[in-house]
């Protein structure tokens, strides 16, 4: 059997640093616990218009569509911001989302315990939390048609359409009960059914799916204003959100405020199962490509290596050892190792991108 | 010159008991200000059905929109749960917003000093916070056509149209440029331009109206997500954020939530200026009618006094009796005084409703 392959898009900015360190642990995966991947290099965004004048070819596109996990850096930066809007970085990202069908993101709010004050919650209430949301990614009133703006007599009219199908919300649904399965089964679905038809719908599929499949699921429903609310008071009664593109855009940004590590949270976007069984799948941290501190060492990589380890656990079955690269990642928050973006007030000296990565891999070895 | 008029609907549950506390105020500014007020009691909600049959009846809708102000106390309650959508006490406040066209929806977030444990934000995040939500109230994809559940083929597809006209925006974007003359001259205006049209237009139209009639004011915009994060961050850097109707309901929720003291905030809902130049207006508490606690005595009755606070500044121009209601309300607690919903985990003995109001107005008495 040949290794499982991963496609590995750095991008920009500070992409290409701390996707060397995920390499590192790619490495040590396969020198120490037999599992080896076949690794391909490729380029996106603003790194593949300045090679062939398009943020992501044809030939990236085919080669993303047939690996079996995609993991992506960073794209963008200043130099490309006057580019014609089909070719900026992000098209890039966004063709491969498209293209791949990924219709499920998943946004983990974690807080680590060695972080916990940098979040402007309380200890308590932000301490350990562990939550997903799981936001659809592929449709809702980002995508809708019609759209645009037009004129009506003298005025100027801005439309958008909200629009779900039963299926496009029955595979989110899907999505999430899954997942809940494998953390601590509970689902809560969040949308605004007491004043949206779409809602109604949402909440009617999510339903359906739960009582003919996922039974033993706990599921339960909130409004998403009161999701809102419920996220900021006490962000630890839930296990996994499931909403729609837009909601799930503002609730799984606010989460991700609340755990105060921004920079330190990976996420999954997944689409349909492919002929071996494994979902189509793209890794990427949720930081941006950080341009003013790109190529000095200074970039925290641990967002990125978290998403690998995403993908150990959603793409590769692999959660016993994903486990154990999250817990490499806590040790070494726990021993104190900083890069800059994590000192707090009180100071202190920052470790390189790189020695963080090799500190990771020392506590990988520890764990054996 | 007559006295202003005001039109109580003190609605259900704990709405009567507060509202005899705000009539203690009222009567109050009358005596020793010489600000009287001709007041008008009537019903909406389960208390109107219960008389006349109808959550609102066209007379006391009349009546609304004749009044200078509208003060509502809440609505609802077990009773009228099984009732037909059309006659659910909720269809009486919708009602009122609709035919006024309160179209300018204003929420404080507010964090009072004495209170700010309350909070699930560390303290200095959050005491003293004193910012404005400005939701567009009356358009949006809560009432955007078409909209709906319909079949294409074998599937059920939901429907929603988000839409805004160019007058909606201005409108609500004006609303929001005078309350930061008031204030302190900043607004933030919340879309997600980068991925809908109609974000796109609010922008272009809050843009112009700034120009064109408020260059005096500070504009800033942000998209909604980032907005929500920002909000968690570091909520005082902003003053009035002005939205549209789906992100003000999520963006002032999760406000209020952050404050710690969602019982006590008020809400002030704004339409066009009327013949003598007051706008249509009507204030409640964000609050609910809490009928497991009605007719007790246990209530708090603050929301509703900072409400009718809101109408000495907004209907009335009297900001600075406003003003002197607001600090009376923080002396109060800052004695510590309590009603039972403001005991935090280390007890004490809660004050009644009736006491609470008693000890603003004396506080009120000591402000001359
Ligand atoms: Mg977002
Ligand atoms: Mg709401």
Redesign the interface.
């Given at each position: 059997m040949s290794n499982p392959s991963l496609l590995i898009l750095a991008g920009d900015g500070i992409g290409p640093e701390v996707m060397n360190e995920v390499k590192k642990i790619i490495g040590w995966y396969g020198d120490k616990r037999d599992l080896a991947f076949d690794v391909e290099d490729d380029l996106v965004g603003g790194a593949a218009f300045d090679a062939h004048g398009t943020p992501l070819t044809d030939a990236t596109m085919e080669k993303a569509q047939n690996a079996d996990a995609v993991l992506l850096g960073a794209v963008g930066g200043p130099k490309y911001d006057t580019l014609d809007f089909s070719q900026k970085p992000e098209r890039g990202l966004l063709r491969l989302r498209k293209e791949m069908d990924l219709f499920s993101n998943l946004r983990p709010a974690q807080c680590f315990d060695a972080l916990a004050d940098f979040s402007?919650?309380?200890r308590d209430?932000v301490a350990g939390l562990d939550i997903m949301i799981v936001r659809e990614l592929t449709s809702g009133?980002?995508f809708?048609e019609p759209?645009?703006?037009h004129k009506?007599g003298n005025?100027?009219?801005?439309?958008?359409?909200?629009?779900?199908?039963?299926?496009e919300i029955a595979r989110v649904a899907r999505s999430a009960f899954e997942l809940a399965r494998r953390r601590n089964n509970k689902v809560c679905s969040m949308e605004?059914a007491n004043?949206?038809?779409?809602?109604?719908?949402?909440r009617?599929?999510v339903t359906e799916i739960h009582e003919a499949e996922y039974a033993d699921v706990e599921l339960s429903h909130m409004y998403?204003?009161?999701g809102?609310?419920?996220?900021?008071?006490?962000p630890k009664q839930f296990d996994v959100i499931v909403t729609d593109n837009?909601?799930g855009?503002?609730?799984s940004?606010?989460a991700?405020?609340?755990t105060g590590s921004?920079g330190m949270l990976p996420s999954a976007s997944l689409g349909a199962p492919m002929a071996n069984g494994r979902p189509k799948a793209l890794y990427e941290p949720v930081h941006g490509s950080a341009p003013d501190i790109a190529g000095q060492g200074k970039a925290n990589p641990i967002a990125c290596i978290l998403s690998f380890a995403m993908a150990l656990r959603y793409s590769f079955d692999q959660a016993a050892e994903a486990e154990r690269l999250e817990k490499a990642v806590e040790k070494v928050l726990a021993d104190g190792k900083r890069t800059a973006d994590l000192l707090g007030p009180e100071g202190g000296t920052p470790i390189s991108t790189a020695e963080m990565g090799d500190a990771i891999v020392e506590a990988l070895d520890a764990s054996l």
């Open positions: 402007s919650l309380k209430v009133v980002y809708g759209r645009g703006i009506e005025e100027r009219v801005g439309v958008n359409t909200q629009r779900y199908t039963e299926s605004k004043v949206m038809e779409s809602g109604v719908l949402w009617q599929v998403a204003d009161a809102a609310m419920q996220l900021c008071r006490w837009l909601f855009d503002l609730l940004d606010a991700a405020m609340l921004l």
